[in-house]
Every structure is written in C-alpha cells, then in structure tokens.
C-alpha cells in the first residue's frame, strides 16, 4: 500500500532533520572505517523518527524492508537484499545486519557502507584471514597490465571480475595479496552493486588464494 500525501511530506521535512553521524568502526580487512548501527540508530532515533525493520529470507538472498511511522500511519521506505556467500545462519544473520546500514545510508545519501564483520560473513570474506596475523604489509603488489587509451567502451562486470581474479591469482605473499584488497576495496565494491555473482567469483578467488598462500606460509615455517 501506498504511502499518503501527508505521510510523504512529514517524511521529507523528518528526513532533513536527520544528522549525518561520524565512522566510528574499523574494519580490518579494508583497514577503513565506518558508520556502526549503533551510531546508525542513535542519529535516527535523534531526529524522532519511529521505525521498525521485517526481515525478508530466500535462500540465496536475506535482507529487509524499513518501516517508518508518522502519526500513526506506518509505510515502507526502502527494502535492501544482499546475496548469501553461503546458506547458513551465520550468512544470513551477517546479510540482515549489513542491510540495515546499507538501508539507511543508502537511502539517506550517506553513500555505500563499507562492509563491517557481518557484511564480511555475508559476502563470504573469511575473518581468519587478516593482515594483522603476517606481520608488516610491505611486500610489492603486481598489478595487471593497463588496457591502453585506444580501449573503447566500458567493461562487462565479467570482465571486470576476470581482471580482478588475474591480478589476484598475480600475488606471491599474504602480504601482497592483504595490500592488493586494502587498496582496491572500491573496485570490489563497485562489482558487489553490479552483479553479486560476479562479486562472488572474485572474493571466492580472493580466499581460495589468501588460503593458499597461508598454508605455504605455515609449511616455510614448519621447515
């Protein structure tokens, strides 16, 4: 059902009340920060607004729909879905928690959250693998080779998955690979937007990788 003319204007005068609030979290993989859902919610919460969250669960997707009361009319202003890595619990509790932060910011103009942990456990980013746990990141990062400027037209996110499995599968140390992903998270999150099973080629490459290199890491230490 379709929200009313009063409703929509309350809303849009509510709405410029809400303070756009500070990062206040770190995420270790992308070494960046974000807006937590504590401070989230505390900005919401700030500005008056009522809500409510309905969890939405498929099998290969889980997220929600954000319900917004004002004088007692309730209306749904937005609905975000995230693609499971996996089909587990922990999967979709990582998809519920991340698409309220998506749900907010995104409709808000906050811009695209960076992934928190349970974004991580969501796209399938497996925590165990972090760059705290190899020491100083100060191994070269090859990088795949330039199209040159004679290259027209914009790339297929196929393509732009392949590029980024090749120059992935290119890193020769935990290190390098840790920096490759620290410094290319906007590419990774641009595919995510653009076609989740494409995204999910990627940070499927990205661990079977980081595994492998871990365990070769672990064998030269064993020597």
Same mark, same amino acid.
């Given at each position: 059902?379709?929200?009313?003319?009063?409703?929509?204007?309350?809303?849009?005068?509510?709405?410029? +009340?809400?303070?756009?609030?500070?990062?206040?979290?770190? +995420?270790?993989? *992308?070494?960046?920060?974000?807006?937590?859902?504590?401070?989230?919610?505390?900005? =919401?919460? +700030?500005?008056?607004?009522?809500?409510? *969250?309905?969890?939405?669960?498929?099998?290969?997707?889980?997220?929600? /729909?954000?319900?917004?009361?004002?004088?007692?009319?309730? $209306?749904?202003?937005?609905?975000?879905?995230?693609?499971?890595?996996?089909?587990?619990?922990?999967?979709?509790?990582?998809?519920?928690?991340?698409?309220?932060?998506?749900?907010? %910011?995104?409709?808000?103009?906050?811009?695209?959250? &960076? =992934?928190?942990? &349970?974004?991580?456990?969501?796209?399938?980013?497996?925590?165990?693998?972090?760059?705290?746990?190899?020491?100083?990141?100060?191994?070269?990062?090859?990088?795949?080779?330039?199209?040159?400027?004679?290259? !027209?037209? +914009?790339?297929?996110?196929?393509?732009?998955?392949?590029?980024?499995?090749? !120059?992935?599968?290119?890193? $020769? %140390? !935990?290190?390098? =690979?840790? /920096?490759?992903?620290?410094?290319?998270?906007? /590419? *990774?999150?641009?595919?995510? $937007?653009?076609? $989740?099973?494409?995204?999910?080629?990627?940070?499927?490459?990205?661990? !079977?990788?980081?595994?492998?290199?871990?365990? /070769? =890491?672990?064998?030269?230490?064993?020597?």
């Amino acid at each position: 059902m379709e929200a009313s003319k009063e409703f929509k204007l309350a809303w849009r005068k509510q709405r410029d +009340n809400i303070k756009v609030p500070e990062k206040d979290a770190n +995420n270790p993989h *992308f070494r960046s920060e974000y807006r937590s859902w504590e401070v989230t919610e505390k900005a =919401l919460k +700030n500005a008056g607004v009522k809500f409510h *969250f309905v969890t939405v669960n498929h099998p290969d997707q889980a997220g929600v /729909e954000w319900w917004v009361e004002i004088e007692g009319e309730e $209306a749904c202003v937005n609905v975000t879905l995230v693609d499971k890595a996996k089909r587990d619990p922990q999967a979709s509790g990582g998809c519920f928690s991340y698409a309220m932060r998506y749900c907010v %910011s995104t409709y808000l103009g906050w811009g695209i959250p &960076d =992934l928190d942990d &349970d974004g991580n456990h969501a796209t399938g980013l497996d925590s165990s693998f972090n760059v705290e746990e190899f020491g100083e990141v100060g191994q070269p990062v090859n990088q795949a080779p330039v199209a040159d400027d004679k290259s !027209t037209g +914009n790339i297929t996110a196929e393509q732009q998955a392949t590029l980024l499995i090749s !120059t992935i599968q290119m890193q $020769a %140390s !935990t290190e390098a =690979l840790q /920096e490759y992903w620290t410094n290319n998270h906007a /590419e *990774f999150t641009a595919l995510m $937007a653009q076609d $989740a099973q494409q995204y999910e080629r990627a940070i499927q490459a990205f661990q !079977t990788q980081g595994a492998q290199l871990k365990k /070769e =890491l672990e064998n030269e230490r064993a020597v």
